[in-house]
Nanobody, 126 residues
Framework: QAQLVESGGGSVQAGGSLRLSCAAS???????????MAWFRQAPGKEREGVAG???????LYADSVKGRFTISRDNAKNTLYLQMNSLKPEDTAIYYC?????????????????WGQGTQVTVSS
């Protein structure tokens, strides 16, 4: 069955960078290449929120809070999703989740995600 596995999280000081990866494998009703893939995050005591999404044609969508700092990309041949995070801020601290959407277009809302990874912790200190 379908599986998403995140990696690349860690601890960094404000202003630093991290790159997250999400490897997708297994069967799903819709193939990886025709789905929107997205990153969400959840900080302690807060609801899960959308960070960035990329559709099947490579179009991207970002939350206002990360525009200009984060870049989402995908390598369909490798079934891998990436999130390059630069100029990190303490408020970026959260568990970051990779998600596969129900459809090909991106909507940065948790209900749009059909399948989730287990998450990877990102901690940004001042």
């Amino acid at each position: 069955q379908a599986q998403l596995v995140e990696s690349g999280g860690g601890s960094v000081q404000a202003g630093g960078s991290l790159r997250l990866s999400c490897a997708a494998s297994g069967y799903s009703f819709y193939s990886y290449s025709v789905r929107c893939m997205a990153w969400f995050r959840q900080a302690p005591g807060k609801e899960r929120e959308g960070v960035a999404g990329i559709d099947s044609a490579g179009g991207t969508l970002y939350a206002d809070s990360v525009k200009g700092r984060f870049t989402i990309s995908r390598d369909n041949a490798k079934n891998t999703l990436y999130l390059q995070m630069n100029s990190l801020k303490p408020e970026d601290t959260a568990i970051y989740y990779c998600a596969r959407a129900y459809g090909s277009n991106c909507i940065l809302s948790p209900p749009s995600a059909e399948y989730w990874g287990q998450g990877t912790q990102v901690t940004v200190s001042s």
